[in-house]
């Protein structure tokens, strides 16, 4: 589903390169909950703007649902990345002046969705998520927590192969990070979503199936929590 081989990454300013991904390789398999653990400035955010298709790295291959995304060129793969990849960001990333129904038809507005089958199918996912009845509000006027629902329901509204988020409860009370985490579940068990999340903590990446922990760039362990889900 998802896989990455040997992708290697600096940041280059006018003096010097400074790496930052070492040889990561990895597998990720469809309907699966991958937590990406490691402490603030070990590669996380980098890795996973690199296999969204954010960024190019300087070597590898990153492939999703068969294709390499590094081989792509730009309008391909911004027409890849609309159709296959969901991205939740920490600061939700909703439009300010677009109500909540509307933000989470966004994508499908961009694929050239009409009106009315855009608007059921993103009422049916702020039903999933617990928020049909703020349909018709603005972000501003609903808590952290529900604004991070709403960007999930915006993740899900193209049914893409998968799902990245970075540190998505990173703005919340532990709480609201604990309902996010559980909406977050039952959408992977029961739509078969598959979800790949950054965090630095612990406690949230235990309650994932799969545990890739990054240490200076270089993914050092890889923990298979629970059955059915293959060993690398
Ligand atoms: N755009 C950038 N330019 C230069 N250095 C960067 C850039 N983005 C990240 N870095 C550096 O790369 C390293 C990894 O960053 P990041 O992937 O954001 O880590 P994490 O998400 O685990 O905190 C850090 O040392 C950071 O300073
Ligand atoms: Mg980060």
Known sequence: MLRVEQVSHAFRNAKESV???????????????VALLGSSGSGKSTLLNLMAGLMKPDQ??????DQDIVRLGENRLAEFRRSHIGFIFQSYELLSNLTVRENVELPLVFM???PSKRKTKALSLLEQVGLAPKAALFPSQLSGGQQQRVS????????????F??????NLDTETE???????????REMR???????????????????????????V????????????
């Not at 604990?178 to 992977?188: G, Y």
């Not at 979800?195 to 406690?203: D, L």
Request: aromatic share 2%.
């Open 112 to 114: 050239g969705v009409s």
């Open 193 to 219: 979503t598959t979800f790949v999340i950054v965090t630095h903590e612990a406690e949230v990446a235990e309650q994932m199936q799969v545990v890739l922990t990054l240490q200076q760039g270089r993914l």
């Open 19 to 33: 790496p930052v991904l070492h040889d990561i390789n990895l597998t990720v398999e469809k309907g699966t909950m």
């Open 221 to 232: 362990r890889e923990t298979v929590q629970q059955a059915g889900v293959k060993e690398k």
């Open 165 to 170: 988020a970075d540190e998505p409860t990173g």
């Open 60 to 65: 590898g291959k990153i492939w999703i649902a």
């Open 178 to 188: 604990e309902e996010i985490i559980t909406i977050l579940q039952r959408l992977n």
């Open 152 to 163: 999930i329901a915006r993740s899900l509204i193209t049914e893409p192969s998968v799902i």
